[in-house]
């Protein structure tokens, strides 16, 4: 083990017996470990434990397919920037290509998704000497540090005996605590690419007009206040408006001029809005509507990531990039750079624009999904709305896949308080939800999970964790009968199709009674007025579900006529007076 790993996910099995046994002896020494009946599900608790910490969680499997039912996990740590060690338990190698009982190439496995794959001893871990396992564990956590962070796969061979006595345990015990000791975890990495320190080397001009569009957040948590901070100067100098996606982590925040509500705005867009140069945080937001506007815009867009120097920009419209993240980008900036705020020729007018347009958008929706029909039967974009008000502050929320991310972006309260709120559209799959919000909520001490009933199901071996969860979980279900997110496909009105079966997919399922049957306790909100009430209920049980039944039918007309009702106001610029001669 090295030392400030701090997290093991266990999974059984005999081959890594040994495993287990070191995991069991770290106990003393200040290990967390958590374990699982299922590969599938560990890995994406570790997942979540990892992003909420921003350090390694470790996976121990055995051999054969358990080592397969980690890749949709590492297809997620891949894409997401998080760090995992996985170390799966293997027959030495000669026993592999000849039909020895579960030998697979599971060395290869997860090869394509890690940053690093890398074999113990052919011959089995007990020839390898102290030294050499010592920079295999060193090598492993900087491989799942180094930017971009990720997962990493040890494949560790181990011969018979797996299973030693007590005196070889003692042994065991003494030779791993000075091998912890010994063993550093690596800092983070930076990111790619190099910073001029002399001028900006990204061409963005803070005197002229553009635009900030802000999406998930994917740095670590120790970067955050100074991503936070950089931002805060950044529009403090320029004046321009910040697009906060829902994933930011950004809407609540004091000290930015933010607009939450674009994806309603640029369903039909003024061209008074559109930028001459737009500073990109991160990976595009969900919105369709906002990448068809910064592709249509053109102009100079610049992309920052926090540590992850690869190519985000699927539309293709990005002209220059940085890799090493907002607070380092803006410390490289020369100090005249930062002289005074927003100068005359960068037309003001523009943030008062975007301001006044995200002023009568957010007031329009508050009549809409609030006051109106409160005590009728709830619809999925009110409940969103209704839980980024309701909420504490502070407490983290978790997004499924599909409806949930993209109602929270579009029509969740940005008034509401601040807080972080997690997602995992890496690869946009609804695989380990549950799992995922479990493991976030071991780490942070709470969370609520919004999810529909389809998410949720997929990952119904997620409830198991309640028996061993020590931070409080509370689950908010969408129940609509199926998967609402294909209610909005243009595919919905065609006929001659069976619609239900080959694209909604409900399951005659009662998440009620296969929550109570994993001793999860269990309300059904049958109205907006009831859930306050429900809430205060549920945050102060360990875990609990809360059930919305909500017509996916009729919540799908309501998000059309949402957009195509909502005022947007033709918004018209002074144009700019020429500077004088």
């Known amino acids: 083990m090295v030392r400030g790993v701090e997290r093991v996910v266990l999974c059984p099995g005999s081959r890594s017996g040994p495993l287990a046994a070191a995991a069991g002896l770290l106990l003393q020494r200040g290990l967390k470990l958590h374990t699982a009946i299922d590969e599938r599900s560990a890995g994406f608790f570790a997942l979540g434990l990892a992003r909420a910490e921003g350090t390694p969680a470790v996976v121990i499997t055995t051999s054969g397919t358990a080592v397969a039912n980690l890749l949709p996990a590492v297809v997620e740590a891949d894409s997401g920037t998080i760090p995992l060690l996985l170390l799966s338990a293997d027959r030495p190698q000669r026993l592999k290509n000849c039909g020895a009982n579960q030998t697979v190439n599971q060395e290869e496995f997860l090869a394509p998704c890690c940053r690093w794959s890398a074999q113990g001893d052919s011959r089995g871990l007990a020839a390898m000497a102290r030294p050499a396992l010592q920079a295999l564990a060193r090598r492993a956590c900087r491989m799942a540090l180094s930017a971009p962070m990720g997962p990493v796969h040890l494949n560790l061979p181990f011969d018979e005996p797996l299973h030693a006595g007590a005196e070889a345990l003692q042994r065991l015990a003494r030779d791993l605590g000075a091998m912890a000791a010994a063993t550093e975890v690596p800092a983070h990495g930076d990111g790619g690419g190099a910073v001029s320190a002399g001028s900006d080397p990204l061409g963005l001009d803070p005197d002229r007009p553009g635009v900030i569009v802000a999406g998930p957040w994917r740095g670590s948590p120790d970067q955050w206040p100074a991503f936070v901070a950089a931002l805060q100067r950044w529009q403090q100098r320029c004046g321009w408006p910040l697009l906060a996606d829902g994933l930011s982590g950004l809407r609540g925040q004091a000290g930015l001029d933010l607009v939450a509500g674009y994806d309603l705005l640029l ?71 930062w002289q005074g705020g927003p100068g005359p020729t960068a037309n003001p007018e523009v943030l008062t624009l975007w301001q006044a347009a995200e002023g009568g958008t957010q007031g329009w929706l508050t009549t809409q999904l609030t006051h109106e029909g409160a005590s009728r039967r709830p619809d999925e974009p009110s409940l969103a709305r209704a839980l980024s008000q309701l909420l504490p502050p502070g407490l983290a929320v978790m997004l499924a896949s599909s409806s949930p991310v993209r109602d929270w972006e579009s029509f969740a309260d940005p008034s509401g308080p601040a807080r972080p709120v997690h997602g995992f559209r890496g690869a946009s799959g609804i695989d380990g939800t549950l799992s995922l919000a479990a493991g976030l909520a071991e780490s942070l001490g709470g969370l609520v999970l919004l999810s529909g009933d389809l998410a949720l199901l997929h990952d119904a071996n997620g409830w198991l964790w309640h028996h061993q969860l020590r931070g409080r979980l509370t689950v908010v279900l969408i129940e609509n009968r199926g998967g609402g997110i294909f209610e909005q496909l243009p595919i919905r009105a065609t006929a001659g199709l069976d619609f239900e079966r080959l694209f909604a997919m409900g399951q005659p399922l009662d998440h009620t009674a296969l929550a109570a049957a994993h001793g999860v306790p269990w309300r059904r909100v049958t109205a907006l007025t009831e859930l306050k009430g429900a809430l205060d209920w549920a945050l102060e049980r360990p875990v609990a579900l809360l059930e919305v039944r909500t017509d996916r039918r009729a919540d799908a007309l309501l998000r059309q006529r949402l957009r195509q009702d909502c005022p947007r106001p033709r918004l018209r610029m002074t144009p700019p007076q020429a500077p004088p001669r």
């Open 267 to 337: 369903e039909d867009p003024d061209p008074a809005l559109a930028p001459p140069q737009v500073l990109r945080l991160g990976p595009l937001p969900a919105s369709r509507r906002l990448q068809r506007w910064l592709a249509a815009c053109g102009g100079h867009q610049v992309l920052i990531s926090e540590g992850d120097p690869r190519p985000l920009d699927p539309l293709g419209t990005v002209q220059a990039s940085c890799g090493h993240g907002l607070s380092t980008w803006c410390q490289a900036l020369p100090a005249p750079f």
